[in-house]
């Protein structure tokens, strides 16, 4: 007593000399405590002295308004918080009335503008009027965790919450505390739903000393109620402070805390209650506090222009769509929320036309974002339970349906601007496009195997669909503009030149390895090369005048080898049967060989002619070089006897041919022009 006589005696003394001997005081005032030992300590009696120095100490702060003598005694109350806090339940009552006291304490003389406090500067939020409040909010978010949830702690801590939108509602300076009180809510909950959920607690040797409370070990109803305050607290409020504040930032922080905190107690319970398995009253839940959040948003979107009512509305539309995206995670499960969520994105994107509110573009990003991770943690969709059936299969819906929403969201978000949460839209839409392609060739192959080793047939068909998305993109991208479609279709080239090159030239060349090609004409050569060289031919076509001729060139180039790829595969298939990597080359089959190339090279000079095409003609001016290259190399040392002179007499005849032709046709002279006379 004496100790502390001294120390407040001392603060009494810096109303007259000053900032140092205050704090002095305080310091000394706070430490008396540890200076004094007892064999039986008496809290209670420590937290009336406390609750008498800290209201010294906020007058002198308050007198001489001194911020930092104020910050100073929130830190050492804050601080006195932490001594036995597990000492039982004894112990929760002395601990719940400093923290109270202190609250109510810096509500009276701190936080500005309300009761005896400072005077406030407007409707600006002031950081020591919040963080006071928070700080001792956050104390008694202390005691609850310690105590396990005891029921006076949680009493306690309801009535500081409820204290801080009280003075948040008066005194705007106050409005930080709203998000901190808003999180250690969720933190509260949260921890009990952890700490209480019986198959975190209960292995299968029963429970283990010391790892914690039992279930039952505290009172669901209370929570329950508790929850049911918070929410209905936090969302009411939130919603009536919208128009009362001159600074936009209050009632986006009010709007904010309204929509959080419910949803945030909805998650908690329902993983308490629920233990995240399926639960329809939860979903029912979910249903009524979206159309809570609703109607709030059709409220404020009638009203008049207020200063940040166009975020809270937003705010307010956003805690509608997550709460139907939460009702449909707690009554959906595996693919269907997938699903779920896709759609999601679909209907914000619809609503944002109807609702300009721009976070509602980002919120459609936001979900698309979110069932990408989705599928990155299971590409499945639904695990093993993906069936057997080519195409008609859940990878059909898990892919197609999120693909097919996509591609609407950003059709109905390129209608207001191009932005990023459209490129990411559209991102999701050519992604999810091209994994349903491959994911189902990948099933179809394997027949439903989606582990197994690619093959020839898989990486056929990739590289089939992977250049017609590409072309499609091209086309699409001329009509939309978009950066994305550019930059998508370029990556798409560029996967389908890594499955030729790395797939179809190497890995899986049925030249190389053994691998059954099928059939005389309808087989895996005609699918994995004739149909690439096509597709690739119209993608150069598809790009040319639109891209570099660098770029045109080089996929057409590709056309080029995997033509002759498949002429030589399919004349090696006719003379050695399905499996092409074995047996030896004949006569006849080298001599068919340049037979080939000479025709092939022959076609690409006519179409060349009769189109005027300058590519075809220089096509064919290579395959042409190419085939006079094989007959000096090849056939001069592996022909023998008529086979050696038919390839010579063929080579020369179309070698004249095509010169006739150039002379004839292409370089022909034109008649020089007839002068004009005079009459």
Known sequence: ?????????????????????????VVGAFITPVLVSSQKPDYWALYIYLAIVTAASFGLARIRLWRWLAVATIAFALLWTVPCLECGPSMVAPHAFHVVAGFVLAAM??????????????????????????????????????????????????????????????????????????????IVFAEWAVRANPDMLVLPGGPLPGMGPAATDTSVTLHLVTAAIFAAGFGAAGFLAQGRYANAIVPVVWSGAATFTPIALLVALYARIAHLDRSIPFAILAVLLAAAFGAATE???????????????????????????????????????????????????????????????????????????????????VGDAVGTTPILNWLLWGYGIPAASFWGASIFLRRRRDDPPLRMVEAAAILFTALLAFMEIRHAVNHGDMTAPPSLAEFALQNCITLAMAIGLERLRV????????????????????????GLLLLENPLFWYIDVGGPVINLVLLGYAVPAVLMLLLSYAVAGHRSAAYANTIAAGALIFALGYLTLQIRRFYHGPILSTGLTTDAEQYTYSIGYLTF???LLAVGILVNSQRARLASAVVIALTVVKAFVVDMSTLTGVYRALSFICLGLVLVAIGWLYQRILFRRQPPPVAQTGA
């Open 1 to 25: 007593m004496l100790l502390g006589l001294v120390a407040l005696g001392t603060l009494a003394a810096a109303l007259l000399h000053g900032p140092a001997l205050a704090g002095l005081g």
């Open 109 to 186: 003389l701190v936080v500005c503008g309300f009761m005896f406090g400072p005077a406030a500067d407007g409707d600006r939020i002031e950081p020591i009027s919040s963080g006071s409040l928070a700080a001792y909010l956050f104390g008694a978010m202390l005691i609850v965790l310690a105590s396990f949830h005891d029921n006076v702690a949680l009493i306690a801590f309801t009535i500081l919450v409820g204290g801080t939108l009280l003075v948040a509602w008066r005194a705007p300076s106050a409005g930080g505390a709203l998000g901190a009180a808003a999180a250690l809510v969720f």
């Open 299 to 381: 409220a404020l979107s009638r009203r008049e222009g207020r200063p940040g009512l166009a975020i809270s509305t937003a705010l307010f539309a956003t805690g509608t769509l997550a709460a139907l995206a939460l009702a449909l995670t707690f009554a959906l499960e595996k693919g269907w929320l997938t699903i779920a969520l896709a759609l999601m994105s679909l209907g914000t994107a619809w609503i944002s036309m109807q609702r300009p509110i721009p976070f509602l573009r980002w919120l459609a990003a936001i979900f698309a974002g979110i069932v990408t991770a989705r599928i990155a943690y299971d590409p499945r969709i």
């Open 479 to 502: 009509r939309s503009g978009s950066i994305v479609h550019k930059i998508g279709a370029i990556v798409l080239t560029v996967i389908a030149g890594l499955i030729s090159v790395g």
């Open 601 to 603: 090279g022959v076609v």
